[in-house]
């Protein structure tokens, strides 16, 4: 069983910036993994996509909620093997709980909840209006 782990949640104001990471200690991409996604949950709401990037030979592709797109950029560091998510312009309605999960279908079809193979415990997110 793959265990991921995020790091880099916190507390910031609207209009900041956060980084978030993503990574399965011991583990490398190739291993476990074709593609790994953010998604996020706030307090009463259902969990959602955010972000997602697919590992391929001749480069990752992104992919991003509606929501975020111009704000967010996700990125992989295959030496350090960890994802990252940076979000840019914060606002108070992205505060919520980031989970990263990863998938190993080939090719990725379906960035739903259903869709991820590997779960982390989450990070809190936190906008302050």
């Known amino acids: 069983q793959v265990q991921l782990l995020e790091s880099g949640g916190g507390l910031v104001q609207s209009g900041g910036s956060l980084r978030l990471s993503c990574a399965a200690p011991?583990?490398?991409?190739?291993?476990?993994?074709?593609?790994t996604g953010w998604f996020r949950q706030a307090p009463g709401k259902e969990r959602e996509f955010v972000a997602g990037?697919?590992?391929?030979?001749?480069?990752?592709?992104?992919y991003y909620a509606d929501s975020v797109k111009g704000r967010f950029t996700m990125s992989r560091d295959g030496a350090k093997n960890t994802v990252y998510l940076q979000m840019n312009s914060l606002k108070p309605e992205d505060t919520a709980v980031y989970y990263c999960?990863?998938?190993?279908?080939?090719?990725?079809?379906?960035?739903?909840?259903?869709?991820?193979?590997?779960w982390g415990k989450g990070t809190l997110v936190t906008v302050s209006s």
């Open positions: 999960a990863s998938t190993s279908s080939r090719p990725i079809t379906n960035w739903g909840m259903n869709g991820m193979d590997y």
């Open positions: 990037i697919s590992f391929t030979w001749n480069g990752d592709s992104t």
């Open positions: 011991g583990r490398t991409f190739s291993a476990y993994a074709t593609g």
